[in-house]
DNA sequence: AAACTTAGCGTAACATATACGCTAAGTTTT
DNA sequence: AAAACTTAGCGTATATGTTACGCTAAGTTT
């Protein structure tokens, strides 16, 4: 058994994107006696720290071990630490039982990650929800995941993440879609097209969209060095 | 003697305007043997947290009774966690020693935190320095400082922060200095001003400046309420 | 052929940013 | 009284960016 520090955790709010909607990513909680269900069967992914480890390194490590992934974009965005965030005791409970630890108060630093879920390989007993209609969950998570959305909706403004959350091989209506969705306000297509063309980092594939019954679309890519050659010269990213 | 928690700590970065220059507000470290001085005589003000109070509070308390302000500006921006990060070992023998706990690793939550230098009451044994010319300090305190001053950059351009470190009564030319200092480039004064005026919660008082060989500039005051009611119609503020 | 969406051209109205010339006014210093 | 200095403001040309919209053509499935 690793060597917990039961005084400080990190929670991880995961972002994909799936059938035009934003998901976040949720564990069934094991272990809970039917006697105190009520919903709140569900947490995020996250783990008390280890004596040794920094805490982005365990964020990590607690990503890669959920989604199959790596290198997965991951962002610190607050903390929570109210005294009486272990609340209600049925939960309390619940988390002395099954790490086993007599924890009493626990700081949280909370992340948010963005993957591709088209490419993930999500492990058992999780489930992806739609942020806008989230049942009640584990402790304070309900807020953190709003915080982390707040959070996003700030940064995917001046910082190319919405390329986190597509697929590798994308078109531009799934760009727009996808920014539609996040800040939760129209878009017009035309306009959206003029300010991504002369942006040298999306680049045109070789390929076109598939079985759809209209015109096929035209995929691209994301070139992170091209991007990153360009930020100093065109000062962020607006869209 | 209060019940602290040896896992989690609060560091605050005190910045203040003085003479022109963003300055940041530092403790001279008590109990130091001369054996291992070696410039590592600074510290930011901070501390362990107690078991039972929630970080945001342990912050504010901290800087109530370091400044004698209340109502301070305060801004949570950053957790350093590194395993390694209380050294060299003369500093965490130091720290143990004053806190009079074994303590081995400890997370530290950062806060950035802006006064109005001439109206705060600051106690005994610390010291301002300008942020661009800083000593050696104790265990991560300068890349705390760095990253706090990171934050303040890209903050101060999307919100009034501006007006916490000048004094309540300003003139157009002060605030000006204070955005060339944070942000690093000379602005055309002309056009600042074209800016500014338009503000509706920057008021002008019926008093001006005085001592001064030429000609007096006029004082205002940021009206706080007329900033709130504006903000939600100018989407954010921006100079 | 109809339905649909992609992809692009064009443009008018409007807002913002930046650089810079110019004048007048009010204070202290000489 | 003049010189030195800074505040305070007007004006303006240029570039750049935003938003809304009309229009056409092209490529796919039904």
Redesign the interface.
């Known amino acids: 058994m690793v060597n917990l ?1 039961p ?2 955790s990190v929670d991880c709010v995961i972002f994909g994107f799936h059938d035009g909607k934003l998901k976040v990513l949720l564990i069934e909680r094991e272990e809970v006696p039917k006697s105190y269900l009520k919903g709140h069967k569900l947490k995020l992914p996250g783990n008390l ?1 280890t ?6 390194i365990s964020a990590i490590r607690t990503l890669e071990e959920l989604t199959g992934l790596d290198r997965i974009f991951l962002k ?1 965005f ?2 929570f ?3 009486g965030r272990l609340s209600p005791p049925e939960d309390l409970a619940w988390l002395r039982k099954t790490s086993g630890l007599m924890v ?2 626990v ?1 949280t ?1 909370a992340y948010y990650s963005l993957i591709k879920i088209s490419e993930s390989n999500i492990t058992e007993r999780t489930i992806w929800l739609a942020v806008d209609d989230l049942p009640d969950l584990i402790f304070d998570h309900n807020r953190i995941i709003r915080k982390a959305l707040e959070a996003l909706r700030q940064e995917i403004r001046n910082e190319p993440l919405c390329f986190e959350l597509l697929p590798k091989k994308f078109t531009i209506r799934q760009m727009q879609n996808l920014y539609e969705e996040i800040l939760g306000e129209p878009m017009d297509n035309r306009n959206f097209r003029k300010k991504v063309k002369p942006l040298e980092f999306i680049i045109p594939l070789a390929e076109k969209e598939k079985e759809v019954n209209h015109k096929p679309a035209q995929l691209y890519k994301f070139d992170k060095k091209i991007y990153e050659k360009h930020r100093k010269v065109l000062s962020g990213f607006n869209l």
């Open positions: 520090n005084h400080v720290i004596q040794s480890e920094d805490l982005d610190q607050g903390v630490s109210s005294p009493d108060r700081v630093i």
